[in-house]
């Protein structure tokens, strides 16, 4: 189980949307991918949990969290591993720790934490939380936004993360998001 959370080294830039719900990640994940024509980890969590909703309308539990891990890093490690300059992560271990302290009394597995930690990434982009809330079967936060906001960028600065909080529109986030990601591809090369 713990190689299935591992993150396998890389060579590309892996850039991480990372923050709370309904901050547009998912939108600028893609955006960013198809301008730079590289791949996007989607977020594995959103798949699960919604499948668990649509067919028994149960919600996330602690035992689905190394599951959710498992298969996000199975993406991760599989698109990383055929990409040579840049990678998209529309989220992380360390996302799925934040939700988890944050829905669990501060429980995070062990072994989900060890991980989360652990990993590396070349910058986060924290998303804030200045566009609208939108409402799905998943989404139950709206009234504690700023709360949350305050978790994940609490996560960033504790762990000694590298990362830059968008915000503004669509369009602005992507092209403050497009300076600081050419500016890490003039560095690599």
Known sequence: MEERLAQRSASCIKIVLFGPESTGKTTLASQLAAHYSTPWVKEYMREYLQKKWDENREIC???DLIPIAEGQMKRENDLAAVTEDLLIC?????????????????FCPPLLLKHALNHHYDLYFLTYIDVEWTPDDLRDKPDDRIGM????????EQNNKPFVV?????????????????NQLKIKK
Do not use: C, H, M, W
């Not at 906001?149 to 960033?156: G, P, T, V």
């Open 166 to 182: 968008l915000k503004g529109n669509e369009e602005e986030r992507f092209k403050t998001a497009v300076s600081i990601i050419n």
């Open 90 to 106: 529309d989220t992380d271990l360390l996302e799925l720790k934040v939700y988890a302290e944050a829905y669990y009394d501060g």
């Open 149 to 156: 906001f305050q978790r994940f960028k609490a996560a960033l």
């Open 61 to 63: 539990q602690p035992e």
